[in-house]
């Protein structure tokens, strides 16, 4: 296939998808979009844990091409649901990112993630098949493979979004342990030096404290509140600071000595896993040094006697 041939093959391409790309614009502008009452009091008539609308019935105002698109990724979402399972893990992992834990809904953003690495694999098959004249059932395989990576590549990214929250978890408990700490000694309760160091922390354990003592104020005894946060979280300094709570407030101990010497094992832990990082980085260093630094430093020190003893033969 000449190169002229090639050229118009892309060209119409990428007109297809600018017209879509004009297309969905206009279906967005403000005017298409206008909500209708039934959009204006959902929020406020719904349950909190309801399904994802996005694989449910939609409101009235949504557009044609979103209402024909929710069963077809509603029943997608479904095949990965039968494809992945593991719903308890995903459900798990999305309380430890700070997400609602609606499977559905995550599958749905699965799906998504899929089409979008199968119209990558598309668009680079389609190249492929143009330009190089490589085997079609090749380019579909492409396809394919690029979209389950897709939705591989959305179960890892919410893996990835539950372990740095914790991590940042973790960096912020030793301070909001030693303000709770001061608050108490300063004459608070365990429920007052809760909201004040929620309305004076920022940060996803504030956060989630903040959750707590809204359970707290919602019925809930403070024990159970703070038992969430330890069901909600994978970080045993969590765990163990939860109980050193519950300890004191059910038997009276000092809390305040229970938040330091938490506070003081958490940057501990902290220390000696900083000191073991480094470790492993420092026998990784010793791939470079002894492969590359070590023989040029050898090539230099020899090279002078080899070119003397040539001399001097």
Not at 209 to 233: F, I
Request: charge should be positive; include cysteine.
């Amino acid at each position: 296939m000449s190169w002229l041939g090639a050229w118009s093959w892309i060209g119409a391409i990428a007109g297809l998808w600018l017209g879509i790309g004009l297309a969905l614009i206009y279906l967005g502008l403000p005017a298409n979009r206008v909500p209708g009452i039934e959009a204006r009091i959902a929020p406020y008539l719904r349950d909190a844990l309801a399904p994802s609308q996005l694989l449910h019935r939609m409101p009235s105002n949504v557009s044609w091409g979103a209402r024909a698109a929710g069963p077809i990724i509603g029943d997608l979402a479904r095949w990965v649901e039968r494809l992945m399972g593991g719903s308890a893990s995903v459900r798990r992992r999305l309380q430890r990112a700070g997400l609602a834990p609606d499977v559905e809904a995550f599958r749905a953003e699965q799906v998504l993630w899929g089409l979008a690495g199968g119209l990558l694999g598309t668009v680079l098959g389609m190249l492929a098949v143009v330009t190089r004249g490589a085997n079609p059932i090749a380019a579909a395989g492409l396809v394919v493979s690029a979209a389950l990576v897709g939705i591989i590549a959305r179960d890892q990214w919410l893996s990835h979004q539950a372990d740095t929250r914790e991590r940042r978890m973790l960096i912020e408990f030793p301070t909001v342990a030693e303000l709770l700490a001061l608050a108490v000694s300063a004459g608070e309760g365990a429920t007052g030096a809760l909201d004040r160091v929620c309305r004076l922390s920022r940060g996803e354990l504030a956060t989630e404290l903040g959750r707590c003592l809204a359970d707290a104020r919602a019925g809930a005894n403070l024990p159970t509140a703070l038992q969430g946060l330890a069901d909600r979280t994978a970080l045993m300094s969590l765990s163990r600071f939860v109980d050193g709570m519950v300890v004191a407030v059910e038997r009276g101990t000092p809390l305040a000595e229970v938040l330091r010497a938490q506070a003081q094992d958490v940057r501990e832990s902290g220390r000696r896993a900083v000191m073991e990082a480094g470790g492993r980085k420092e026998i990784a260093m010793m791939v470079p040094v002894v492969f590359l630094v070590l023989p040029v430093t050898v090539l230099f020190a020899v090279f002078p006697g080899v070119a003397f003893l040539r001399l001097s033969m």
